[in-house]
Nanobody
Framework: QVQLVESGGRLVQVGESLRLSCVIS????????VGWFRQAPGQAREFVSA????????YYSPDVKGRFSVSRDNTENTVYLQMNSLRPDDTSLYYC???????????????????WGQGTQVTVSS
């Protein structure tokens, strides 16, 4: 059974930092690319970041580039999203996602991902 479990979201002030975690089980983590998406109430789910299975390729949306950083720890089956200089418009439910196919390179297309976590809420207060 494949499971993706996000954690780390909470209420923070503008300019603060957070690190989200996504723990994956049921897949061969070392050959699994992972994406981060977010969805605010009433809005479509949008791409935030992705990291390839090898860790050699990392992608960011223009909104977060320079502020967010994605990484992975294959010994912990965990992908991290370090979020700095948080803004009120970063407030969203953040999801991690993974494709079923090993060594598949994924980027910003929702349809490329087969498995999703339940999300972790990030709220940035001004």
């Amino acid at each position: 059974q494949v499971q993706l479990v996000e954690s780390g979201g909470r209420l923070v002030q503008v300019g603060e930092s957070l690190r989200l975690s996504c723990v994956i089980s049921g897949l061969t983590f070392s050959t699994t690319s992972v994406g981060w998406f977010r969805q605010a109430p009433g809005q479509a789910r949008e791409f935030v970041s992705a990291i390839s299975w090898s860790g050699n390729s990392r992608y960011y949306s223009p909104d977060v580039k320079g502020r967010f950083s994605v990484s992975r720890d294959n010994t912990e089956n965990t992908v991290y999203l370090q979020m700095n200089s948080l803004r009120p418009d970063d407030t969203s439910l953040y999801y991690c996602a993974a494709p079923q196919q090993p060594m598949k390179l994924t980027y910003n297309k929702i349809e490329d991902y087969d498995y999703w976590g339940q999300g972790t809420q990030v709220t940035v207060s001004s």
